[in-house]
């Protein structure tokens, strides 16, 4: 029961009291009847209060109390049926004698509604003060929660700008790292460039002076194993000669220094004349290298040397990778975007998808336990594809284990020059 139904018992007990007590004092010959109405129907409101509601629950906690109301009640219902003969002589009398053994009950209860309201009110007081203590120990917690957040919030910016110094010490090391191997790259790419220039001279001689003597342009060379010498020279010269422009040719493109020279070419002259070219070569000799019957054929804007170079390193693997007996195909044809597909097909040894891609890295080969039987640097397919890159276009692999290996040199459209546009030029 909360403190105000108390304090409503406590006036609802204390008022029926002061309207019953003073009933009980007026005399017989000083009774206002319309004064005694209208008390009695003060009473018969307060006692509708007390028996209705929570307030009953105060008035049923004591049987004194409910002794007490229900006396009340009926001594109220007795003067309600004596009230129309109040003007009787005598009935005022009577009416105050029904009266007057309630007078200590209502003061009892009067009382006790009165002491109870005291507790009730100390109890919410006690209860308040807890709710008091228990809101400043939250609001002294939200605080030390706050002070802690902001400790913490202090601590991780220290934290964030101790990395951030540290990462930033971190890109300015590697910013100078970078700037070193960018400049060792390039004094790399001159030294190789440089010494491969430097090689080349000394080559050319070499070549040339032992072609003049295994042809024997100047005469017999007397002994026949003196011209042996002078063809393994030869041979020797050669090789180095392609080794040394290969390694050439990478370090231009590993530089970005290589851009290529576009002139109109036809291609079947340019494919021909390289064919031909490796039919003249000991690898090349005895061997078949097919142009496919029906290919379609386009003029096209490239850097001759470049586009030669590319068909000869996949000529030349064709060549070293699959058997004597077996052809070389050369096959071109359109493709429905317009670029132009210019495809070398074997039937060799072929590869994996996996050594398809290690085949395509420079100074890569493949690790299959063939390396020894077949020379070479592993720089021939990746200058393949540095050289057709620089022209917009990219190579295609598409080989199996055994089975042999379809190599596609695909050109953008924008370097293939329309038939009609050919004879206008």
Known sequence: MTAWLIAHATFVAGDLAQRV????????????????????????????????????????????????????????????????LIARPGMAAAILGKLTPL???????????NHDGGEQVAEDQRQLLQLHWLFSAVSAGIILCGFALVALLFWQNKLLSRAHGELQTMADDLRVAKDSAEGASEAKTRFLANMSHELRTPLNAII?????????????????QYRDYAADILKS?????????????????????????LELLDLEAVVRSSVTMLLGTEMGSGRE?????????????????????????????????????????????????????????????????????????????????????????????????????????????????????????????????????LHVA
């Open 208 to 224: 040339g002076f032992s072609e003049i003597l295994s042809q024997e342009v100047l005469g017999p060379v007397g002994t026949p």
């Open 21 to 84: 007590l003073p009933l009980s004092v007026l005399g017989d010959g000083a009774v206002d009847a319309d004064e005694v109405q209208l008390r009695l129907e003060i009473v018969e409101s307060r006692l509708a209060v007390l028996g209705n509601g929570e307030v009953k629950a105060f008035i049923d906690r004591d049987p004194e109390h409910q002794a007490a109301l229900t006396q009340l009640t009926g001594v109220v219902g007795e003067l309600e049926t004596l009230m129309p």
């Open 289 to 421: 290298l097919v142009i496919q019957d029906g290919a379609e054929w386009q003029a096209m804007r490239a850097d001759e040397r470049a586009l030669r170079q590319i068909l000869l390193n996949v000529l030349s693997n064709a060549l070293k990778f699959s058997a004597p007996e077996t052809p070389v195909l050369v096959t071109c044809h359109h493709l429905l975007d317009g670029s132009l597909r210019l495809m070398v097909i074997d039937e060799g040894i072929g590869m994996t998808k996996e050594e398809a891609r290690i085949a395509m890295e420079p100074f890569q080969q493949i690790d299959n336990g063939l390396a020894p039987q077949y020379e070479g640097t592993g720089l021939g397919l990746s200058i393949v594809r540095g050289l057709i890159e620089r022209h917009g276009g990219r190579v295609v692999i598409d080989s199996e284990t055994g089975k042999g290996t379809r190599i596609a040199l695909i050109f953008p459209k924008e370097l293939v020059v329309p038939e009609q546009l």
């Open 103 to 113: 007078e200590g009950s209502l003061g009892r209860l009067a009382a006790a509604a």
């Open 237 to 261: 010269g050669r090789h180095m000669y392609e080794l040394v422009s290969d390694i050439l040719t990478m370090a231009k493109l590993d530089s970005g220094n290589f851009e290529p020279r």
